[in-house]
């Protein structure tokens, strides 16, 4: 009996560390994992400032949802036989957008909504093909003839419908800081690879408001962000003096950029498409910090990002669109904040 007393101190300080030794491996794997995840996210980040090819699929093909290798693009006799149409999921005035079925598959089937916007309809259609990338919805097939084409089915919807999405139970694991800030990276990401595309220099027109701009991304089942619509995606070339207009009616509001506003509105002359002056990418920029605010929301972390990125909004919103930064400049500052605050983050835990 009178060895028990340092039997039990041997079992205490063996359990002591084995204790230790746990977590000490469990701070090694939260820290290695945190540097592996970040060390992926700048390779890709790399990889997308240098241009290279992001696509799992050679160009004319793609790969959805469950399917193991990629299929050429549908043609017009697939599309009429194959795509089954269910319902009317969407609309606006260029197209109508219905849920369909593709060999098992859930795409959307979209049509010509009126003729009057044909023209905008088969520009959407070639941006589509031109640029098939991560940051753009897939497309998987089309008929020019019917004024058709399918893409891939996004269930959640666009970026309009972010806040009911986090709302519903199963995802509001998924609302914080960090997944809140890395579509809002997208979002960038996506205005660097349109500024700098295959297809030249594009200007995203179709976003003369919030709600407008944000119904432009399709928000994926894996939380991040493709660009949807790219029907109103004009090219720009400064230094060939090739710039753009949104449309050929005067366009109000604090939303717009200042050079997107008609410059004689404070004079009383009655607006004139011919003498409104064009614009260039710049436009997108100032929308940034806009878009962000409500990519953001009131998410626990969200005004600490805002600290961060305080100083790059407030050049994006200066009145003189040369001075703004480019889309390129903006996602280093959002790439270097957001890995800096996922180390930050680690480093706390750790301490813990």
Same mark, same amino acid.
């Given at each position: 009996? +009178? ?20 977590? /000490? ?15 992926? =996210? ?30 050429? *693009? ?25 849920? @369909? ?6 795409? +959307?089937?979209?049509?010509? @909504?009126?003729?009057?916007?044909? &023209? ?5 259609? %070639? ?24 893409? &891939? ?23 914080? *800081? ?7 990276? =997208? $979002? ?17 027109? =179709? ?16 939380? !991040? ?11 720009? &070339? ?13 366009? /109000? ?8 506003? *008609? ?9 004139? #498409?011919?003498?409104?002056?064009? $614009? ?5 920029? *100032? ?15 969200? =005004? ?22 480019? +889309? ?6 959002? !790439? %270097?904040?957001?890995? /800096? ?8 835990? #750790? @301490?813990?």
């Amino acid at each position: 009996m +009178a060895r028990m007393p340092g039997r039990l101190s041997g079992q205490r300080s063996r359990t002591s560390l084995s204790l230790a030794g746990l977590m /000490t491996c469990l701070a090694a794997l939260l820290v290695s994992t945190g540097v592996i995840y970040l060390y992926v =996210d700048s390779l890709q980040g790399a990889a997308e400032q240098a241009g290279y090819p992001q696509t799992a699929c050679r160009p004319g093909h793609f790969k959805i949802s469950s399917m193991k290798s990629c299929a050429a *693009w549908l043609q017009c006799a697939q599309v009429r036989a194959d795509v089954r149409q269910l319902k009317l999921i969407g609309q606006g005035a260029v197209k109508k957008v219905y849920l @369909a079925e593709w060999s098992g598959h859930k795409v +959307a089937l979209c049509r010509l @909504a009126s003729q009057d916007y044909l &023209e905008d309809f088969l520009h959407g259609l %070639s941006m589509l093909q031109a640029l098939q990338d991560t940051a753009v919805v897939q497309l998987v097939g089309f008929c020019a003839e019917d004024h058709t084409f399918v893409t &891939e089915y996004h269930p959640h919807g666009s970026l309009l419908n972010l806040e009911g999405v986090f709302a519903q139970e199963q995802f509001r694991f998924h609302d914080t *800081w960090q997944i809140r800030l890395r579509l809002a990276l =997208d $979002y960038v990401s996506i205005l660097h690879f349109l500024h700098n595309s295959p297809a030249g220099r594009r200007v995203m027109c =179709d976003s003369n408001s919030l709600e407008k701009t944000l119904s432009q991304f399709l928000l994926t089942s894996d939380f !991040r962000l493709v660009v949807n619509d790219l029907d109103a995606l004009p090219r720009v &070339e400064v230094g060939g003096g090739l710039l753009v207009k949104c449309g050929h009616h005067e366009l /109000t509001g604090d939303f717009v950029a200042p050079e997107q506003l *008609w410059p004689f509105r404070n004079t009383g002359k009655t607006f004139s #498409d011919e003498l409104m002056p064009g $614009y260039d990418e710049k436009t997108d920029i *100032w929308k940034v910090p806009d878009v962000t605010r409500f990519i953001m929301g009131a998410v626990r972390g969200g =005004d600490l990002v805002h600290f961060h990125l305080f100083q790059v909004h407030d050049e994006c919103k200066r009145e003189d669109p040369k001075l703004r930064p480019s +889309a390129l400049d903006v996602l280093r500052v959002y !790439r %270097s904040v957001y890995s /800096t605050m996922v180390r930050d983050a680690l480093k706390s835990r #750790d @301490a813990l």
